[in-house]
């Protein structure tokens, strides 16, 4: 495959925009995030629950999960190479996290169309057990790329 044949391949510019963002990413690498898959309106990305991160209940602080969740909501809708913000999250817990559990957010686009989106994002624990679903709300800024290519 020619590099002008990858650069317009939408996994291939999902990887770069996920390579791009990361490495200016100091909120997710500072919690220990890693990104374990992206695509075109995807992301996966995954998070150890610390000590430094429970509350007075020992149990992870909701803004922990929400940061977790709303990392993979910006992997997820950025994923095209434009760069895109949130107008709006909704954030629901389920159930506690403890010092240990390893939690996944998951991001799926739902909804794309011109210069706004909605993504619904599911946190589990290393279980299965759902932690908190999220709904996003993303904005594409117009002209603005994400990486350059």
Do not use: W
């Not at 998070?47 to 991160?53: E, T």
């Not at 977790?68 to 434009?82: G, K, R, T």
């Not at 559990?101 to 169309?113: C, G, H």
């Amino acid at each position: 495959m020619s590099e002008a044949t990858q650069v317009l391949d939408p996994q291939a510019i999902a990887e770069k925009v996920r390579d791009g963002m990361f490495a200016n990413d100091q909120a997710s690498k500072g919690l220990g995030m890693e990104i374990e898959a992206v695509g075109p309106g995807y992301a996966k990305i995954s998070m150890a629950v610390r000590a430094d991160m429970l509350n007075g209940f020992a149990i992870i602080h909701g803004g922990f999960v929400t940061t977790l969740a709303d990392s993979a909501f910006a992997f997820s809708c950025n994923s095209y190479n434009e760069q895109t913000v949130a107008s709006g999250i909704s954030v629901d817990f389920i159930a506690p996290a403890r010092e240990g559990d390893v939690l996944t957010a998951e991001a799926t686009e739902v909804a794309l169309s011109g210069r706004t989106g909605v993504y619904d994002v599911k946190v589990t624990n290393q279980r299965g057990d759902t932690i908190a679903v999220m709904r996003g709300k993303s904005y594409r800024l117009k002209g603005r790329v994400v990486v350059p290519q």
